[in-house]
């Protein structure tokens, strides 16, 4: 998922702090999927900005509800064959706790698009990077994202997906970030909703960095990182 607003909404600033290191939680930007490219650039100048995560869902909670989502969906399609399909990268680290937890004959699949184009208003440009390998015809087919924000991808995947018959189509998402919504899409299975904060962690990446912690975290940005005093 690529380009962003040059706009970040810096929702919240720690005040106060001697030195004005202010430490700045950092909310999506406001049409866009990403930070803005000037940002991520920042990472690699001289005047790099320290980035710390706070943890906001630990591994624990998501796996237990994860299990819980898993047995929900099982229960509204007894005995029917599952097809899981998840969207690159972010969604996989759900697709494969939930795959594992869900009893009963279980497949899947994987679809990559790309959102927004070079431009970053939101028109919903929506471009398929790449196709599922299977026909989804006549399959009760699950879409698992790792997050519901504006919703635009999902608009597109679904109205696509539609196009192909599937038997039942829902939409599984791990977490949801329900203010941040433009197009009505709707999740039948939810694990959170969480405020607008840029979220990193279980999948979730900031410039393909933090996608392996085992936990949902807030990603949080600032200009030095204060050093802890010395114990003794
Ligand atoms: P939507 O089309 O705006 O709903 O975008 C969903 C996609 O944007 C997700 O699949 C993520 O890849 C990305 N995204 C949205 N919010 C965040 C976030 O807080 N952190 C990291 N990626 C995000
Ligand atoms: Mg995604």
Known sequence: MESGSNVLNMVRCKRGLPGASAWVRVAKPRMGKRMPKSHREGQESSRKPRERVRVLIT???????????????????PGEPLHLVSVLKGGVFFLTDLARNISGEVSFDFIAVSSYGEKTHSS?????????????EGKTVIVVEDILDTGMTL??????????????????????????????????????????????????????????????????????????????
């Open 59 to 77: 591994g624990g909670r998501i796996q237990r509800r994860i299990q819980a989502l898993a047995q929900e969906i099982r229960k509204d399609f």
């Open 124 to 136: 919903g440009q929506v471009r398929l990077t790449r196709d599922l390998d299977s026909s989804i």
């Open 155 to 232: 608009q597109y995947l679904l109205r696509l997906f539609q196009q192909r018959k599937p038997k039942h189509l829902r939409v599984a998402v791990l977490l949801d970030k329900p203010e941040r919504r433009i197009a009505a899409v709707h999740a039948d299975y939810i694990g959170f909703s969480i405020p607008n904060e840029f979220v990193v962690g279980y999948g979730l990446d900031y410039a393909e960095r933090y996608r392996n912690l085992p936990y949902v975290g807030v990603l949080l940005i600032g200009p030095r990182l204060k050093k802890k005093p010395a114990e003794d």
